[in-house]
């Protein structure tokens, strides 16, 4: 549902209107292009985070609101919500307040999915990740990392087997080859975790492939 490399935020405004409402919602090229932009600054937002690019990403997302579903941009509003936190930098009075208001209640349904780590869905990946582009830390990854390592024990278990982790880890799995290839930081996490003993078979080919993703 969400994404995340170079296009992967891309993916995720257009989802939904490839699927459900392409007949509603057309995407000219200045749309397309505003997605490429904010995709590209949220992605890799940890590398030089400013004021200025964090309230560009804020105007971008205000302009494609009305060219875009906002429950498409839900991930997108978490993410610059936990810069706001993060860095202590103010959001803007007219960002999605009535999101915001939701994501400022501790008590609120979203609130607690982000909180509960035990509560895995494609879209709790999502917000891991924004959270690591938001921040640059290993244990965002690591959480997307556990759950792709489960992918091979669940194919095996296929036929008896939960669907929705099968659609988790092989999300999971995706995901994070796909940001070894675009993001040098996930590779050093990789080479500092296939030092730890205690690793399986799985997590060891799947950090090998990662270290050597650009080979």
Same mark, same amino acid.
């Given at each position: 549902?969400?994404?995340?490399? @170079?296009?992967?935020?891309? #993916?995720? #405004?257009? /989802? ?5 409402? $392409?007949?509603?919602?057309?995407? &000219?090229?200045?749309?397309? *292009? ?20 964090? /309230?560009?990403?804020?105007? +971008? ?5 009305? @060219?875009?579903?906002? +429950? &498409? ?14 860095? &202590? ?15 400022n209640h501790? !008590?609120?349904?979203?609130? @607690? ?17 924004g959270q690591?582009? $938001? ?9 997307? #990392? +556990?759950? *792709?390592? %489960? ?5 095996? $278990?296929?036929?008896?087997? !939960?669907? +929705? ?6 999300? *999971? !799995? ?6 070894c290839t675009?993001? *040098? /930081?996930?590779?050093?996490?990789? /080479? @500092? ?12 080919? %799947? ?9």
């Amino acid at each position: 549902m969400f994404n995340l490399n @170079k296009l992967w935020v891309k #993916f995720l #405004f257009l /989802l939904c209107l490839s699927s459900i409402q $392409a007949t509603v919602y057309a995407i &000219n090229s200045m749309t397309e *292009a505003l997605i490429e932009e904010t995709g590209e600054n949220i992605t890799f937002f940890y590398q030089n985070p400013s004021q200025e690019s964090f /309230l560009k990403i804020q105007k +971008n997302l205000m302009a494609l609101k009305d @060219k875009v579903p906002v +429950n &498409n941009l839900m991930t997108i509003i978490i993410e610059a919500k936990f810069i706001s936190d993060y860095y &202590n930098w103010p959001l803007q009075a007219d960002f999605f307040p009535d999101y915001i208001e939701e994501l400022n209640h501790p !008590d609120s349904k979203i609130v @607690k999915i982000i909180q509960d780590d035990k509560e895995v869905s494609p879209g709790k990946l999502d917000i891991w990740w924004g959270q690591f582009f $938001a921040t640059g830390k290993p244990e965002y990854v690591r959480k997307v #990392f +556990n759950q *792709a390592i %489960l992918l091979e024990e669940v194919k095996k $278990a296929k036929e008896n087997g !939960d669907v +929705n982790q099968l659609l988790i880890s092989s999300a *999971a !799995d995706w995901s994070f080859k796909s940001n070894c290839t675009q993001h *040098a /930081l996930i590779r050093e996490f990789a /080479l @500092k975790w296939q030092q730890e003993s205690a690793l399986t078979k799985p997590a060891k080919e %799947l950090l090998s492939a990662c270290i050597h993703a650009l080979d």
